[in-house]
């Protein structure tokens, strides 16, 4: 189908918007991607998660190349996670088929809360966490890239403290490492997409998806121009609040399709 001109606007907005949080923080695009094509665009549930993950894998892809140089990457803390996020986002992403689109909405929903509420408290995490066990780390990156596969989320806002907390990585490093587990999980969890279930991925609007990356892509160029200069914890706490107004958005659309479907 051909994008309506009345809702160019609306993708655009979107994708810059998904774009300056992957930049500015390392998280949230997805987060509020999903939601975006569902109700701004209207894709249906399972439409929106597949194209959520093909959107912010390639925005994300787009920032690691850029940070390859400097340094500015931790890649063995990466690969931790990377790895074992792949593993449960194609886990994650086969059990799908067996969940309806409005339960993973349900499901996002909930994880938006927990996220918003965790980026409200979380002004300091380097201080308020222990190193962890390796094997809480694989349990961790299992979990981690399941949430991506399953309702089509990069995690970041779980990423970056797991990162901090987990391995040590300092905080410069964090959000660019992160943007890597995040193209790794949300790459497993669309491929996995893209060769099981073909119909899906032929009913997708493709014109939209590459408008969202292509304008999501200079959205974190310019994400990450701006968070050199930005206070991190302010944009933090009004990020938290948007994704906790949007969540209660998609929570009450959730409920309703669900009492008035039994």
């Given at each position: 189908m051909q994008i309506k001109r009345r809702l160019l606007l609306t993708v655009i907005i979107s994708a810059v918007l998904i774009g300056l949080s992957l930049g500015l923080l390392g998280a949230g695009g997805s987060i509020l991607t999903v939601p975006m094509l569902a109700y701004g665009v209207g894709f249906s549930e399972k439409q929106a998660i597949v194209g959520g993950l093909f959107i912010v894998a390639a925005i994300s892809l787009s920032t690691v190349l850029m940070n390859l140089r400097g340094g500015r990457i931790a890649f063995n803390a990466a690969?931790?996670?990377?790895?074992?996020?792949?593993?449960?986002?194609?886990?994650?992403?086969?059990?799908?088929?067996?969940?309806?689109?409005?339960?993973?909405?349900?499901?996002?929903?909930i994880i938006m809360l927990f996220a918003g509420r965790r980026m409200l408290a979380a002004s300091n995490i380097e201080a308020q966490y222990k190193t962890s066990s390796r094997g809480r780390l694989f349990i961790t990156g299992l979990l981690l890239g399941g949430t991506t596969g399953l309702v089509g989320v990069g995690g970041g806002f779980l990423i970056v403290p797991a990162l901090v907390t987990l391995l040590n990585v300092p905080m410069r490093l964090a959000v660019n490492t992160s943007l890597t587990v995040i193209f790794f999980n949300a790459s497993a969890g669309f491929g996995y997409h893209?060769?099981?279930?073909?119909?899906?991925?032929?009913?997708?609007?493709?014109?939209?998806?590459?408008?969202?990356?292509?304008?999501?892509?200079?959205?974190?160029?310019?994400?990450?121009?701006?968070?050199?200069?930005?206070p991190q914890h302010t944009?933090?706490?009004?990020?938290?609040?948007?994704?906790?107004?949007?969540?209660?958005?998609?929570?009450?659309?959730?409920?309703?399709?669900l009492f008035t479907g039994i």
């Amino acid at each position: 189908m051909q994008i309506k001109r009345r809702l160019l606007l609306t993708v655009i907005i979107s994708a810059v918007l998904i774009g300056l949080s992957l930049g500015l923080l390392g998280a949230g695009g997805s987060i509020l991607t999903v939601p975006m094509l569902a109700y701004g665009v209207g894709f249906s549930e399972k439409q929106a998660i597949v194209g959520g993950l093909f959107i912010v894998a390639a925005i994300s892809l787009s920032t690691v190349l850029m940070n390859l140089r400097g340094g500015r990457i931790a890649f063995n803390a990466a690969a931790w996670l990377s790895v074992t996020g792949m593993l449960g986002s194609a886990l994650a992403a086969s059990a799908s088929h067996w969940i309806s689109g409005n339960l993973q909405f349900l499901l996002l929903a909930i994880i938006m809360l927990f996220a918003g509420r965790r980026m409200l408290a979380a002004s300091n995490i380097e201080a308020q966490y222990k190193t962890s066990s390796r094997g809480r780390l694989f349990i961790t990156g299992l979990l981690l890239g399941g949430t991506t596969g399953l309702v089509g989320v990069g995690g970041g806002f779980l990423i970056v403290p797991a990162l901090v907390t987990l391995l040590n990585v300092p905080m410069r490093l964090a959000v660019n490492t992160s943007l890597t587990v995040i193209f790794f999980n949300a790459s497993a969890g669309f491929g996995y997409h893209f060769f099981a279930n073909p119909v899906l991925i032929n009913q997708i609007d493709w014109q939209v998806l590459l408008i969202f990356t292509v304008v999501g892509i200079a959205g974190s160029f310019a994400g990450q121009f701006l968070a050199k200069k930005l206070p991190q914890h302010t944009l933090k706490k009004g990020f938290a609040w948007l994704i906790l107004f949007i969540a209660l958005g998609v929570l009450t659309h959730s409920l309703s399709q669900l009492f008035t479907g039994i």
